[in-house]
């Protein structure tokens, strides 16, 4: 009987200690998982601000060798056009439409811009000296290509005249909306026009 007793309090004993050290031990579970989802939040935001910004920065990147292909194309184009209907009183010269037109299909082609929105010459305004404007809107932003046959060479000799072609199109970051997770109401230019251009002497 006595042994029995002196075992009862035995167990008693244990299952006291046994209890007053698991209530220590979750709480500092709870503790752990409370600390990992604070640190969850706060990181969630900066990890997506960076994912976004990389994709975002590839983009703008990708789009800039893109426009910068299409101003070379459209200056191989141009330098091998005729100069007969080159004069500072043409508004719209027919040599250059060719020009504009595979600068346009060279950013249809490459994705840059929507096919089916606008179509090439557009309007053209100029000249100023030998250099024409040709604005396409509905693209669905404005794609402005300035072609300029009187760019005189002097890299070569002799110097020679060339022909320019430059090619600006916008360029709309996503990181802008993205950016006020980290600091609301936060804002910046969402826009940045990327301009290229491509210089080759003229053949005829």
């Not at 997506?48 to 789009?63: L, P």
């Not at 309007?123 to 030998?130: E, K, N, V, Y």
């Not at 060339?162 to 996503?174: A, F, N, S």
């Amino acid at each position: 009987m006595v042994r029995f007793q002196v075992s009862q309090r035995r167990r008693r004993a244990h299952f006291s200690r046994s209890a007053g050290s698991w209530a220590p031990a979750v709480s500092l579970v709870k503790d752990e998982r409370g600390s990992a989802l604070l640190e969850f939040a706060i990181t969630l935001p900066l990890l997506v601000v960076f994912v976004v910004g990389i994709y975002d920065f590839s983009g703008a990147f990708n789009q800039k060798q893109k426009i910068e292909q299409a101003a070379q194309e459209g200056a191989i184009i141009a330098g091998a056009q005729p100069m007969s209907d080159i004069a500072t009183t043409t508004a719209d010269p027919d040599s250059l439409h060719p020009v504009v037109t595979a600068v346009f299909n060279s950013l249809v082609g490459s994705g840059v811009l929507p096919s089916g929105t606008c179509n090439p010459p557009g309007a053209a305004s100029g000249p100023t000296g030998l250099a024409w404007k040709y604005t396409i809107s509905g693209c669905p932003d404005y794609l402005v290509i300035t072609v300029n046959r009187g760019k005189g060479i002097t890299s070569v000799s002799p110097a020679v005249v060339g022909t320019v072609v430059t090619v600006e199109y916008p360029y709309h970051w996503r990181f802008n909306s993205v950016i006020q997770l980290l600091i609301p109401g936060a804002t910046y230019a969402a826009t940045t026009q990327i301009t290229e251009s491509a210089t080759v002497h003229n053949q005829m």
